[in-house]
């Protein structure tokens, strides 16, 4: 029975100013929760510091995903509802009022604004001081981390620290070097107060505090910082890669407490706390293993290319489906640019679409791939970059590979990208990388897509620009 973080819905949505209406009411509502009757007490803050995780964790695994590999060369979507939204993405023909955009600014935005909260009332909270400080850091983590996700999506965004903001104010975007530097420190304060062992499953510690730091500098090409701050990652001694069986293996349900995953969306089989990832991976009439399942029209298809890079040997291709039985028992082919990554596969105890699949956001092969990567950047082929991807091959079950390999550079970084997409495909990974390696828009034109310099970034929301003057829309929408 895996040990999950439980999600505390109870306090969803507190401290709304209530402000006039005093001649229309003269009872005291004591039922109401407000600035003063709450963050009274150590219970009161652990309540909030739920609700904080329960914003930062529930970010869509449909929505970004799709934002992040529909716009790469791994993955297309066809079919159903959803193919009308889900096209504009693929397309690079998407705009402001595309619904990913409002519902990604909506969720990060409600975790900033909890993890404010929390920072703002908790130090005058009479509580344990040792609990008081890590409470601290872990909603400093949650709110750089949902500004990570921001900064990636729409790039400088406007910099809220406080939850006192009034009303009117609307700030301005912050500039490139505020918000950067903002987040790279709050990430590096938070992983000097958390500790090696989080408290619960699924909790920030100092280990998830320095790989989010760590391919923060990777994405802004801070290769010495990415470098030393994977070397910190590694040094903790907490984490490994998996080798319990063949590579595959490490996404089974039944493995997911493992210690390559360092920082992960927890899910439960529960509508509102589920992933629905394999109702949308699995082919239309998917013989289950434990049915009735939901199976929806909306597929998510690998494109070929990409399915046939793998080496022979490769374990990490066995969560790929070319082939599959249906209902009637019959064997269908999937055909050209069809095949299925079932990476997250079948839940036993899911309900229909709902899964109750952790979804690895950082894990500790990023780490050791991050490190190479910078490595490399820094002073071109080594033996130590050479050693940190073969780490990551061997427990794949593929060759090794040799110093010899790479005459330059550029080489090894070629084969880097490649190495991360048979890694981490399906895994909300692939955008960044090509953004990082310079590929992102010249992989696009060759897909025939009209893509341009500036959809390395997707445009702020429209009705964010509606509603607030002083922002700025990003160049090109």
Known sequence: MKIKYIRI??????????????????????????????????EDAESMLNSAYASDQRRSSRDYLLLSELTSDLLIQRGGGLRRSAQLIEDFTWNATHPFLDGQWGRDYTAIYRSNLIIDRVPDIDMNEERKQEILAEARFIRAS???????????????????????????????????????????????????????????????????????????????????TAQMVMELNKYSLFDQGSRDALFDIENEENDEFIYIRPNLPIPGLSTTYLAHAAPPSYQFAYPPRANYAAQYQLLDDFVNSFHPDDQRKEVIIKEYIDVNGNLIDLGTDNSRSFKFGEDPNGV??????????????????????????????????????????????????????????????????????WEFFTEELRRQDLIRHGKFIELANERGKSAFDYHVLFPIPQNEIDRNPNLEQNPGY
């Open 352 to 421: 229909g679409q709902h899964m109750g699949n952790d979804f690895p956001i950082i894990r500790y092969a990023d780490i050791l791939l991050s490190r190479a990567e910078a490595l490399n950047e820094i002073s071109g082929p080594t033996e130590e970059a050479i050693l940190l991807i073969n780490e990551v091959r061997e427990v794949a079950g593929v060759p090794a590979l040799s110093l010899n390999d790479f005459s330059s550079k550029e080489a090894l970084r070629d084969h880097i990208l490649d190495e991360r997409a």
């Open 146 to 228: 949902n500004y990570v996700y921001l900064f990636d999506i729409f790039g400088p965004v406007p910099l809220i620290t406080s939850s006192e903001l009034e009303i009117e104010a609307r700030p301005a975007r912050a500039s490139q070097e505020e918000i950067v530097g903002f987040i790279e420190d709050e990430l590096l304060a938070a992983s000097q107060v958390l500790p090696v062992e989080a408290r619960n499953y699924g909790r920030a510690n100092k280990g998830i505090a320095l790989s989010l730091l760590t391919k923060f500098y990777l994405n802004n090409k801070k290769w010495q910082e990415a470098a030393e």
């Open 9 to 42: 819905l109870a306090v969803l949505f507190l401290f709304i100013s209530i402000q006039g209406c005093n001649d229309l009411l003269e009872e005291e509502v004591y039922s109401v929760l407000g600035p003063s009757n709450f963050f009274l007490s150590a």
